[in-house]
């Protein structure tokens, strides 16, 4: 089984926050997500990964301080409050290492997939604690939330560029019979080329099954897309 590794981008800048931000940390080290402002959010649906029962989500953590001679330990953990996934549904390291010898690292959190994500949306929130060796850093980038379901919802590489050239209006029927005929899910990160290779060989599958799609009201209708 194909395993997904997601890489989260929650833009932040390594370098750019403003002096009187900075100058209240002493000698220690400090870590944080590089989120843009406050406790930043992704949302991830398996319904867009078909088949998998595990998806990897990598946070990106900066770093406030000397660097680090040797992989340091800093401190994990769930914020209970506002977190409602139950311990099945999620696994990730309590005390994750820091890399020596670098400003920034990744952090790996492991969704897993129940049949109750079907029709429940769920809640995960990790905040960094104070540690032996590093303590939390920026101030508001102590935490993330991650938001994740099996419900059909459009992908966010489905865009106005994929709809008008490529694959025509977003459905879920479109969609899923999308992934039965190319076994792919995921245009991100594809050249053109490859886009319409996969549009064209949807559009080929289409006419020869008469594929119907619906709307909102379940009424069918002949399914179609632009490429050409």
């Not at 792919?184 to 594809?190: A, P, Y």
């Not at 119907?212 to 490429?227: A, L, T």
């Amino acid at each position: 089984m194909k395993k997904y590794i997601l890489f989260v981008i929650l833009i932040g800048n390594l370098c750019g926050c403003h002096i009187d931000e900075t100058s209240i940390y002493g000698s220690g080290r400090y870590v944080h997500f590089a989120t843009v402002q406050g406790m930043d959010s992704v949302h991830v649906s398996f319904a867009n990964y078909p088949d998998q029962k595990e998806l990897t989500l990598y946070f990106k953590v900066n770093l406030i301080g000397d660097l680090l001679l040797e992989p340091t330990s800093y401190v994990l953990a769930v914020v209970d409050s506002l977190t409602t996934a139950p311990q099945e549904n999620y696994d990730f390291p309590e005390n994750p290492l820091f890399k020596p010898q670098q400003i920034s690292d990744t952090l790996a959190v492991k969704i897993i997939y129940t049949e109750s994500l079907k029709d429940k949306q769920e809640t995960l929130v990790l905040e960094i604690k104070e540690g032996v060796f590093i303590s939390p850093g920026l101030r508001n980038q102590h935490r993330i939330k991650i938001l994740f379901d099996a419900i059909p919802c459009q992908p966010i590489w489905w865009d106005q560029e994929v709809e008008k050239v490529y694959l025509g209006k977003y459905s879920n029927t479109k969609f899923r019979e999308f992934i039965l005929c190319t076994r792919v899910s995921d245009l991100t990160g594809m050249n053109p080329s490859l886009k319409r290779a996969y549009a064209l060989q949807f559009k080929k599958y289409i006419e020869e099954n008469n594929i119907m799609d619906q709307d909102e009201n379940g009424k069918e209708f002949p399914m179609s897309v632009p490429v050409y």
